[in-house]
């Protein structure tokens, strides 16, 4: 079983940034693909941005050019760091990881609230 541990959200007023870190109790490698989910009230889970385990990145429109995911492979760490963040942005993030099987594992979650 994998375990997936987040930290990192918080309230941050429009414009702040705040960084999600996510410690997973495997290799990294391990995963065909790692990301951050998040989701809204009243809204469906969707994509914010994923690593694949060669490195290249996948960004939701919404949040390109603002969010940045990496990883630290020798920690089993990603990250998502979120830079002029806007009300919308407000939402449970969730870190995902997918294996090759397209077996998901989830996170519990941790709260982002953007607010003045």
């Known amino acids: 079983q994998v375990q997936l541990v987040e930290s990192g959200g918080g309230s941050v007023q429009p414009g702040g940034s705040l960084r999600l870190s996510c410690t997973a109790s495997?290799?990294?490698?391990?995963?065909?693909?790692m990301g951050w989910y998040r989701q809204a009230p009243g809204k469906q889970r969707e994509l914010v941005a994923k690593?694949?385990?060669?490195?290249?990145?996948n960004y939701a429109d919404s949040v390109r050019g603002r969010f940045t995911i990496f990883r630290d492979t020798g920690k089993n760490m990603v990250y998502l760091q979120m830079n002029s963040l806007k009300y919308e942005d407000t939402a449970v993030y969730y870190c995902?990881?997918?294996?090759?099987?397209?077996?998901?594992?989830w996170g519990q979650g941790t709260q982002v609230t953007v607010s003045a």
């Open positions: 495997r290799s990294i490698f391990s995963f065909e693909n």
């Open positions: 690593v694949f385990s060669g490195g290249s990145t």
């Open positions: 995902n990881a997918h294996t090759i099987v397209k077996r998901d594992y």
